[in-house]
């Protein structure tokens, strides 16, 4: 018989680099390998009090190396030579400046302290300002609104926003970029050998959900609406992209000086990056009419959907609508909450205060902080949804849909002497599902047919409460994918149709995917009280909007 061909899917996310080794033919994961962002973990070039979040490019090199090493020692040893392909996945919109040659300039000596010389992550929200005038600069210039295939509203978080204010704020780092690359695109391009940002193969998915880039008008935004936003943007258009590509095209064959370094053959496949969010629905599953949530300190909404049935049609306040960005031929579609467990995190952190800052260095304490929300939702669990008296607004870290809005904050309603905290930490879960549930109306008001859910991600493994309340509040069985590694697993998925084995994402899936384990059924009398519930929390974000956004 001959051997089996195993691929690897690379997955970089905000805290490490994740290295799944998947068997091809039945998408059984061989080995699985975690490393950790050293710089990132100690805190190093990143201020929260500024909503700013930087990645230093030495972290990603030195963790996808031990992470890709750790995972080829943990498999079987006829895995390494029979390996075909690396499929690669990133969080994102996180860019970086770079010069001529591709070199991202904290690679640099000049630059190698200086943040705004490294990539800027996916939650960086130092460039609010730079996005208001990128929205208000395509409703009034005049000409095309190319914010229209991202929801009609340009975030913080994306693309151009964090270039602008880059070089708004850094002279000596816009005098060094000649251009600006994903992380989503260097990944492949390192390990290729290919950093020329002229030839780099750029990811359509990266390009169109978070750089307005769009085939109707034949690539990036305008040179005379980028010059309109600011005089700093002109040029910079030529220095950038006009093709994309789809994640189940070659990047190009892994190097030979990559091949030794990782301990892999050389010339295997190389895909064309994406981002996390979108490989995560194909390593679950995704087909037309299902909607896929990754659910961890924030939360990622996928679905898609045939052109022919959407058409030139702009789904308002989403992530953005791209073709080909989560499976080829089809129209992905994005949306999303900037907190989810971010919000029950920032809970257990509130009550932890007092223990970390009054009782010292008594380690007898130490593990209260993992016990807090298991605790919470037991007894969270025992307040039934009509004793509720309390409504949360889901916004602590800004909202990303329906409609884009970083300026906003999070809000509790209905506190009393007799509110608990087991009764907070429920309204925050509900909180984080009526958010979801604004999504997937959002979706449907504009013809998207939504039939399926299905959960992948920490919280989906980790919180029966929390999956139990989602059902209940959309209305809708939530389905929970059975792998622990959805997001690398899909990205392996692209990589075993970028070496050739399979002809097409559908046939890689049909084999590789992962089942389903559990699904979680609405409650009928649950499901009544929200719907009066989900009323009251649209009533108060729509009150309170104007006033949240000025605190």
Not at 173 to 194: F, H, R
Not at 261 to 270: C, N, Q, R, T
Not at 318 to 326: A, M, N, R
Request: one cysteine or more; aromatic letters at 10%.
């Amino acid at each position: 018989m001959p051997p089996l061909k195993y691929v690897i899917g690379l997955d970089f996310g905000t805290d490490s680099v994740r290295s799944v080794i998947v068997d091809v033919k039945e998408g059984r994961e061989v080995s699985t390998a975690v490393s950790y962002y050293s710089r990132w973990s100690k805190g190093k070039y990143s201020d929260p009090s500024i909503n700013q979040f930087r990645h230093h490019p030495l972290d990603y090199i030195e963790s996808l190396t031990e992470s890709i090493k750790e995972a080829l020692k943990l498999a079987p040893g006829e895995v390494q030579e029979n390996i075909i392909g690396i499929g690669i996945d990133t969080t994102g919109s996180t860019p970086a400046p770079v010069d001529k040659d591709g070199t991202v300039l904290s690679l640099k000596d000049e630059f190698k302290h200086d943040p705004d010389g490294m990539f800027i992550l996916w939650k960086d929200h130092t460039a609010v300002q730079e996005a208001a005038l990128i929205n208000d600069t395509a409703k009034t210039w005049g000409g095309i609104d190319y914010t229209k295939y991202s929801g009609g509203v340009y975030s913080s978080e994306w693309f151009f926003s964090k270039i602008l204010h880059t070089i708004r704020k850094n002279k000596k780092v816009a005098g060094k970029a000649y251009s600006w690359v994903e992380l989503a695109d260097w990944i492949p391009a390192i390990l290729t050998g290919n950093t020329d940002p002229h030839k780099i193969k750029r990811s359509r998915c990266a390009a169109g959900h978070k750089a307005m880039w769009h085939a109707s008008w034949e690539g990036l935004p305008s040179e005379e609406f980028l010059t309109k936003v600011d005089p700093l943007l002109s040029d910079l258009r030529d220095r950038l992209y006009t093709d994309t590509y789809t994640a189940d095209k070659k990047a190009g064959d892994l190097t030979e000086k990559w091949a030794q370094k990782l301990g892999l053959p050389s010339g295997i496949a190389v895909t064309v990056g994406a981002f996390d969010a979108h490989m995560g629905p194909v390593g679950a599953g995704i087909r037309e009419k299902s909607f896929v949530k990754i659910i961890g300190t924030s939360c990622c909404d996928m679905a898609v959907s045939d052109p022919d049935i959407i058409g030139d049609r702009a789904v308002a306040g989403i992530c953005g609508q791209v073709d080909g960005s989560i499976i080829p031929n089809f129209i992905g579609l994005e949306a999303g909450q900037s907190s989810f467990g971010d919000a029950y995190a920032w809970f257990k952190d509130i009550l932890m205060w007092p223990i970390d800052n009054l009782l010292g260095d008594d380690r007898k304490i130490e593990d209260i902080e993992f016990k807090i929300i298991p605790e919470l939702s037991r007894q969270a669990e025992k307040i039934s949804p009509k004793e509720t008296t309390l409504i949360a607004l889901d916004w602590l870290n800004g909202r990303r849909t329906p409609y884009a809005d970083q300026m906003l904050k999070g809000a509790i309603f209905g506190l009393s002497l007799g509110t608990t905290a087991p009764a907070i930490y429920r309204a925050i879960v509900e909180a984080t599902a009526f958010g979801s549930r604004a999504i997937i109306e959002r979706f449907r008001q504009d013809g998207v047919e939504i039939d399926e859910v299905i959960a992948i991600g920490g919280i989906s493994k980790k919180s029966p409460f929390v999956m139990q309340i989602l059902a209940d509040i959309i209305d809708m069985p939530v389905k929970v994918a059975q792998s622990f590694q959805a997001v690398a697993l899909g990205a392996s998925v692209f990589a075993a149709v970028a070496s050739g084995y399979y002809p097409s994402i559908e046939a890689a899936q049909d084999k590789m995917a992962s089942p389903i384990e559990k699904t979680y059924k609405p409650v009928k009398e649950n499901v009544e009280i929200y719907k009066r519930l989900y009323g009251l929390y649209k009533e108060l974000g729509e009150a309170t909007e104007d006033i949240l956004r000025k605190l």
